[in-house]
């Protein structure tokens, strides 16, 4: 059976219409005679996205009982059972409920796509796994759920909706984002201007860097003239290899997915180096933070390397040849003190140790407004 076609409608916030985009193009598919089923939705009190589902068959959310409270999620064996040509599923970050087929809804979507349905999908640029901490750092927000950057760069296309920021603070105003009741919040915290212009402006250019050679979209809906249908291609580096340096502890997993970012605009593999001291297990703090390095890579398809020794030099050199490596990243080196702060800094030594592989030092972003 074909695998179905996934397009993801895909915003930089709440409220910007991904949803109510994505049912008024099923209602116009379903006029022209396609079968069109709701998978789910969350119109999140929303009376507009509510009136454009109207219509529309669904197929019934799934009631699940977790901690004395009853959730609603994805239907996977109805929606399968059901068969649609095409199946309209919202919240593609949302984590499930314990019980069902698959811990992530965009698994779930995996899962109807392999079934032959053609499948359209809602999310927003934050909930990118490597953009998790640029959001963070950008917005003050951390965001919780994520999904991997492959389904993004997966999808056969992605509808990019567009909204300047002061026309969302607008919406937001006139309570067609939240109830009235986090209006106040939502304008203090994530909401800001300079939050959503940054996210606008840096975090959707970086997603479509990674969507090469795939249909992207680009709708403005209050400039509709302007329109812009292209196709992007990023020119990738031939026989490019990054090796990102992890040590364990607070700074680790921003350093892996600023690497990451770095491997997708070159389209090449990433792997991560820990040179851990040979003879020593690693303490229970750091065993906590390897498990998280591991989940991530695992999330990210990077490769997570673990290797005794007491030079990282030699270690990295030694390594860096065997994996074929072009280009070394690693964290800001830590400050030292007495004898030591004499000693040839760590990248230097690379450089040296490395002729032709790049070394790129990865900035603490959370430092910038720190007085030297």
Known sequence: ?????????????????????????????????????????????????????????????????????????????????????????????????????????????????????????????????????????????????????????????????????????????AGKVYPADRIAAALNGFFKTEHLSALREVALRQVAEEVQEKRLLVDRPLRAATRDDRVLTTPVAFGERLLALVTPGPNAQKVVRRAFRAAQRLGSELDLLWVAPAGREPTPAQQEELEGLRRLASVLGAHLLIEPGDDVVRTVTRVACERGTTYILLGVPSRRSGLRRFTEPLPMRLVRALPGVDVRIVADRTRRKEQP
């Open 1 to 173: 059976m074909a695998r179905g076609h996934h397009r993801i409608y895909l915003g930089m916030a709440a409220g910007v219409g991904k949803t109510y985009r994505m049912l008024a193009d099923g209602r116009a598919e379903a006029a022209n005679g396609r079968d069109v089923v709701i998978g789910y939705l969350e119109p999140h009190g929303r009376r507009e996205t509510e009136d454009q589902a109207d219509g529309l068959e669904r197929v019934p959310h799934r009631r699940i009982t977790y901690r004395g409270r009853t959730l609603e999620e994805v239907d996977l064996p109805g929606v399968i059972k059901r068969a649609p040509e095409l199946c309209l599923i919202d919240e593609l970050a949302h984590t499930n409920a314990a019980g069902v087929e698959h811990a992530k809804r965009w698994q779930d979507v995996e899962s109807v796509l392999e079934a032959g349905i053609d499948t359209w999908t809602t999310v927003n640029v934050q909930h990118l796994e490597s953009l998790n901490d640029q959001v963070a750092e950008l917005t003050g927000v951390k965001v919780r759920e994520t999904l991997p950057d492959r389904v993004l760069a997966d999808a056969d296309e992605v509808l990019l909706i567009d909204l300047p920021p002061d026309q969302l603070i607008s919406r937001l105003q």
